[in-house]
């Protein structure tokens, strides 16, 4: 089955750019998320991207995808405050295989001053 | 408010005891599925609905575990003879279910402490 893997822990001081790695291992998954998480609240959808897709961008939110070697990154512009939070990447395979998200352990974004 | 909303927010118990989540997905969603967050991990499956029909359940649902959608609306996810293991975000979402793109949307979750 699919394994998605993240690192744990990131660090970025204020205002500068912040880069978030998975990989994933079902090179059939067709849809790969990246989730916001603040504490004690629900998961926030912050972008997906096609499997056919290479990048996509939204305001501060850059995702890159190389499926040959199955990794997806989520980089995110002037990092604020507020960005502060756990980020899940997630997969999810083929709706008419599987219609299940299976998401990495989540990487908690700290902000230095 | 019109997304995913789950009742209670927060439940603690006494181990052996049974408890009760309720979800209510988002009104014209087919689908709902269910989710369990432990501390320090991603969300993991526990079952999906297409409207009453229950299509898919993971191993991660032992016996004492029981998710119903009755009538295709609300799900309710019971819990028996509770454990301490079985401490966890329980996370539910819903999609409409009819599209190559299936967003899932999900509700703030019922945080269940067993003692």
């Known amino acids: 089955g699919e394994d998605v893997e993240q690192s744990l822990f990131l660090s970025v001081r204020e205002g500068d750019s912040s880069v978030i790695n998975c990989t994933y291992t079902?090179?059939?998954?067709?849809?790969l998320y990246w989730y916001k998480q603040e504490p004690g609240a629900g998961l926030q959808l912050l972008t997906y991207?096609?499997?056919?897709?290479d990048m996509k961008q939204d305001q501060r939110l850059t995702v890159l995808l190389n499926k040959k070697d199955k990794h997806l990154s989520l980089r995110i512009a002037d990092t604020q405050t507020g960005d502060s939070a756990i980020y899940f990447c997630a997969a999810h395979p083929p709706m008419n295989r599987d219609d299940k998200i299976i998401f990495g352990k989540g990487t908690r974004l700290h902000i230095l001053p | 408010d019109t997304g995913v909303s789950q009742d209670p927010r927060h439940k603690i118990t006494k181990r052996g005891q049974n408890v009760t989540f309720r979800c209510d997905p988002i009104?014209?969603?087919?689908?709902l599925y269910w989710y369990r967050q432990t501390l320090g991990q991603g969300p993991e499956f526990l079952t999906y609905f297409q409207n009453e029909a229950q299509l898919e359940k993971s191993r991660l649902l032992s016996d004492r575990f029981s998710a119903e959608r009755p009538k295709g609306s609300f799900s309710t996810l019971e819990i028996q003879r509770t454990e301490q293991g079985d401490s966890a975000m329980y996370l539910c979402?819903?999609?409409?279910?009819?599209?190559?793109?299936?967003?899932?949307?999900f509700g703030p979750g019922t945080r269940l402490t067993v003692l």
């Open positions: 009104s014209e969603h087919n689908r």
């Open positions: 979402a819903s999609s409409l279910g009819d599209s190559e793109y299936n967003e899932q949307f």
């Open positions: 079902d090179s059939s998954s067709t849809y």
């Open positions: 991207i096609f499997s056919n897709m």
